[in-house]
């Protein structure tokens, strides 16, 4: 099956500074990876996703970058702030849309 | 424009009981799905259904684990016989169920098993 890894485990950034997580799967059938934001005692929410028809996404002041050959794909928040520090999950869907996620990257803004 | 609901967000157990833990999905949303996240994890693929249908259970235990998703009523989760070993914050998610379909997560139900 899918085994997404995700890098580092924790960061920690200046407010204002940018964030950058990284992913890696070894599934090469693997068309869609969604990004979700965990905070504390809550559920994962989308915050963005792409498609392998795209290698790039972005939306305000997050964005997700796609490289099918090496399957790796990333997460950039810029302009950090204290709302932003949460656990961010990559994942990416196998057959029968199941989603195999990362073990999770603790973002922590530092004001 | 309510989202996925789950209850309750917070079951205890003592070992030898069952669990019981509920999902309806978003509106208009047809296929669900659970995750379980065991602290400091990922969340763990269980079980995809759709109406009526379990389409694909290879993530959820072969024992004690079932899961439902009745034509009427929210999706059911139920662990039998619970063990220290399930304590996991259990997620719901639902989606139109297309292929690279958005999946929308619930709060969660966090078991505690004494």
């Known amino acids: 099956g899918e085994n997404v890894e995700q890098h580092p485990s924790t960061l920690s950034v200046q407010e204002g500074d940018s964030a950058v997580i990284k992913c890696t799967y070894s599934d090469s059938a693997s068309n869609y990876f969604p990004w979700y934001k965990q905070e504390l005692g809550k559920g994962p929410q989308l915050i963005i996703d792409?498609?392998?028809?795209?290698g790039e996404k972005k939306d305000q002041r997050i964005a997700v970058t796609l490289n099918k050959t090496a399957k790796h794909f990333s997460l950039h928040i810029t302009e950090t702030q204290p709302e932003d520090s949460a656990v961010y999950f990559c994942?990416?869907?196998?057959?029968?849309?199941?989603?195999?996620f990362g073990k999770g990257n603790q973002v922590v803004v530092i004001p | 424009n309510a989202g996925v609901m789950q209850n309750p967000r917070h079951l205890v157990r003592r070992r030898g009981q069952e669990a019981r833990l509920r999902c309806s999905p978003m509106?208009?949303?047809?296929?669900v799905y659970w995750y379980r996240q065991l602290p400091e994890e990922g969340l763990k693929f269980m079980v995809y259904l759709q109406k009526e249908n379990i389409i694909d259970e290879s993530g959820m235990p072969k024992e004690r684990f079932s899961a439902e998703f009745p034509k009427e009523g929210p999706s059911i989760l139920r662990i039998q016989q619970v063990v220290r070993g399930d304590s996991a914050a259990y997620f719901c998610?639902?989606?139109?169920?297309?292929?690279?379909?958005?999946?929308?997560f619930g709060p969660g139900t966090r078991l505690l098993v004494l």
């Open positions: 509106k208009g949303h047809s296929h």
């Open positions: 994942a990416a869907q196998e057959g029968n849309n199941r989603l195999a």
């Open positions: 998610a639902s989606s139109l169920g297309q292929a690279q379909e958005t999946q929308y």
């Open positions: 792409i498609r392998s028809n795209v």
